[in-house]
């Protein structure tokens, strides 16, 4: 069974590395991750440029929409159950 598994980030780079590792040491691995980064000006993006793992979808918004618009928009693409 496919789990979705999704992430809004506005400015995040303090702890995105963090937890984007945490969720690829899971033991379960049957997973998407879709990340949605919500107009970051900080180095979110090239941070996210860095992960080419194809469980791995990436969003990026031009202008902050906030985190429930970022989340709503990143559940919309989920495949998983």
Do not use: C, P, W
């Amino acid at each position: 069974m496919l789990v979705s598994v999704v992430m809004a980030v506005h400015n995040g780079q303090e702890y995105l590395q963090e937890a984007l590792d945490s969720i690829f040491l899971q033991t379960y691995t049957d997973l998407e991750l879709i990340v949605v980064n919500d107009a970051s000006t900080d180095g979110t993006k090239e941070i996210l440029a860095q992960f080419t793992d194809g469980r791995v979808k990436l969003i990026h918004l031009a202008e902050n929409k906030g985190a429930a618009f970022a989340l709503n928009l990143g559940i919309e693409q989920a495949q998983g159950n």
